[in-house]
């Protein structure tokens, strides 16, 4: 879902041909910061650069970010933080190379998020968490999510894609449908006298999400299957931002990336959590992440006559389109459009729908 234009689901195996066919391209510079400011200790990060896995002609690295804003206590963030990652991972065929890797990631991050849900229930603990897990593969983001946390990603053209889902019942016409299709009551607190009060609410108990992990007390209309959406970047490059609600209840998308450009990972993480809490005061946890994905700093060209500009900033450089005149005679072999493009998205709730994900789960 873009802001902006219409994009096309490209098959992962042609972008993948098209790099190779337009000789190596290089993995992307990672650069992450994160910020929060605590209201009830319920918010948890999960931050690994990378990760290495093993395939058949090497070793690969990928990076992962996850955000889990727990409710009713902090047992559940906390399990899922330490135990969501492993269960993803666990749900992919090893030996895989690495397009297959990527291409099994959306149906491993389905199992992931259903075992880890179903191990923690069987603790009999009644906290819940929200959940958005990012893993990324060169250019490739896969991005699995339950809750309101959200996750957004900026182009470095200027295009705003929103990568996750919001699975709050007040802003969610299909799940507030999916819950009375299945004999769940969607609506409002009673305060007596006919009165209805706050936000709309899943009954039996009274969760104002309709997905989650954990919560094991709150009826069987509370699912753990994650919405899921994969892209992959051009080699321009972008900048995601992670936040939970607290940052989503102050701010539009526009305004975090608004109010935090050209600043640094951890100085524009800081800077959005500062507008939130500004604008609506502390009112709960309030989080986030900002990840920027960058183009490897090529070697200077061979010394040419003319003197060379000097570039100040990265993000700067990052966020403004080459215009053909400054480009090099080795960066006009291949030229990438500054797009994104859709390899993945599904977010059925419903496991009989997504029935191919049930090989990989126990």
């Known amino acids: 879902m873009a802001t902006r234009g219409e994009h096309q689901t490209v098959p992962l195996s ?13 993995k992307p ?41 727990g409710h009713n206590g902090s047992a559940a963030a906390i399990y899922t933080k330490e135990n969501l990652l492993k269960n993803v991972l666990n749900a992919i065929p ?6 297959e890797w990527i291409s099994a990631l959306p149906r491993a991050t389905v199992a992931g ?34 809750g309101d946390s959200r996750c957004i990603l900026e182009s470095a053209e200027g295009d705003i894609y929103y990568l996750s889902a919001d699975h709050r019942l007040e802003c969610n016409e299909e799940e507030r449908d999916r819950i009375t299709a299945c004999g769940g009551e969607v609506g409002r607190l009673n305060a007596g006298g006919g009165a209805e009060i706050g936000p ?7 969760l104002c999400l309709s997905r989650s992990i954990g919560d094991m007390d709150v009826g069987e209309y509370i699912v753990p299957v994650p919405h899921v ?6 080699t321009a490059g972008g900048r995601l931002i992670i936040s939970s609600d607290g ?31 500004q604008a609506k005061g502390l009112r709960d946890d309030t989080t986030c992440i900002v990840i920027d994905i960058l183009p490897q700093e090529k070697p200077p060209p061979p010394p040419v006559p003319a003197p060379k500009k000097q570039v100040k900033g990265v993000l700067k450089n990052m966020f403004r389109r080459k215009s053909p005149e400054s480009s090099s005679n080795t960066d006009r072999e291949y030229v990438e459009p500054d797009v994104v493009e859709e390899l993945f998205e599904e977010g059925s709730a419903m496991l009989s729908e997504r029935c191919a994900v049930k090989g990989h789960i126990s």
């Open 247 to 277: 940052v989503w209840d102050a701010l539009s998308a526009e305004e975090a990336l608004d109010c935090c450009r050209g600043m640094q990972p951890e100085a524009a993480a800081a800077q959005i959590v500062k507008e939130a809490v």
């Open 29 to 69: 510079d990672i650069v992450h910061g994160q910020a929060s400011q605590s209201k009830k200790g319920e918010d948890f990060t999960l931050l690994k650069n990378e990760c290495q896995r093993a395939m058949g002609d090497g070793v690969t690295t990928f990076s992962v970010y996850g955000l889990f804003d």
């Open 200 to 206: 709309l609410r899943c009954w039996p108990g009274g």
């Open 94 to 99: 090893s030996e895989l190379n690495r397009d």
């Open 14 to 26: 042609v972008l993948l041909k098209r790099e190779l066919a337009n000789e190596k391209i290089e």
């Open 113 to 146: 998020f259903v075992k880890t849900d179903k191990d923690f229930q069987e603790k009999a603990r009644t906290s819940g968490t929200t959940v958005t897990l990012v893993i990324i593969e060169g250019w490739a983001i896969t991005v699995g999510s339950v």
């Open 229 to 234: 959406k994969q892209v992959k970047l051009s």
